[in-house]
């Protein structure tokens, strides 16, 4: 399986010629939207649904009941899911997880609902949320940036969720400087840390 990182959160990841795209948002690059067998959005922010670019590809997407209030145009294109259940997904392997955005602001409660997906036991993607899978993965995506992020649960969560190696994603607001700075809270012999730029990727053994 191959993983390429596009813009902020977005993600595409490629097995047996078959093509799942993850939170493409308003940053994604055209590029993201140029091929897709199935879209997986974790919640309804512009920065990781982009409604127009999505609804122009004729695939089905799996999301949550907030998001599928945003794509009732779709139709039966639009699978709602919530953490807890698995599914198929253009041949991908699927399992959801979590159901809430991490808070904001205290006074604002919950944002929206948000959904993780694990993908092919093997790629994590926590959406806005550091809410953990249950069990290993071999690629643990990490947010590392955002109105809602803070160091230090960030470093908790890649430490705790068992992988191989971790990917930094929610990063479109970050500087260079910024993004360079997460090797060093990140990074660990048995645990690499891969800030990967937009249009790069890797392999997923």
């Known amino acids: 399986m191959k993983l390429t990182k596009f813009a902020h ?3 595409r990841l490629e097995k047996d010629g078959k093509t799942l ?3 493409p948002g308003s ?3 055209d590029a993201a939207f140029e091929r897709a067998d199935a879209i997986l959005v974790t919640h309804e922010h512009q920065d990781h649904l982009d409604v127009d670019r999505v609804a122009a590809l004729d695939v089905p997407v799996y999301t949550n009941a907030g998001v599928a209030a945003q794509l009732t145009a779709l139709g039966d294109r639009v699978h709602v899911v919530a953490g807890g259940q698995s599914f198929e997904a253009a041949g991908f392997a ?13 006074e604002w409660g919950v944002p929206c609902e948000n959904v993780g997906f694990l993908i092919e036991d093997a790629v994590y993607h926590p959406g806005d949320s550091f ?3 249950d069990r290993a993965v071999h690629t643990n995506l990490v947010p590392i940036s955002g109105p809602w992020f803070a160091l230090p649960p960030a470093v908790d969560y890649a430490r705790t969720v068992k992988s191989a190696q971790l990917v930094g994603i929610h990063d479109a607001i970050l500087s260079p400087i910024g993004q360079s700075m997460f090797s060093r809270f990140l ?3 048995d645990r690499p840390y891969h800030a ?3 249009g790069n990727s890797l392999e997923i053994s």
């Open 9 to 11: 959160a977005c993600v």
């Open 196 to 198: 990967l730029t937009p």
């Open 21 to 23: 795209l993850v939170d």
């Open 94 to 106: 699927v399992s959801a997880y979590g159901n809430d955005h991490a808070v904001i602001l205290p």
């Open 187 to 189: 990074n660990s012999d």
């Open 27 to 29: 940053f994604s690059e």
């Open 131 to 133: 809410t953990q899978p």
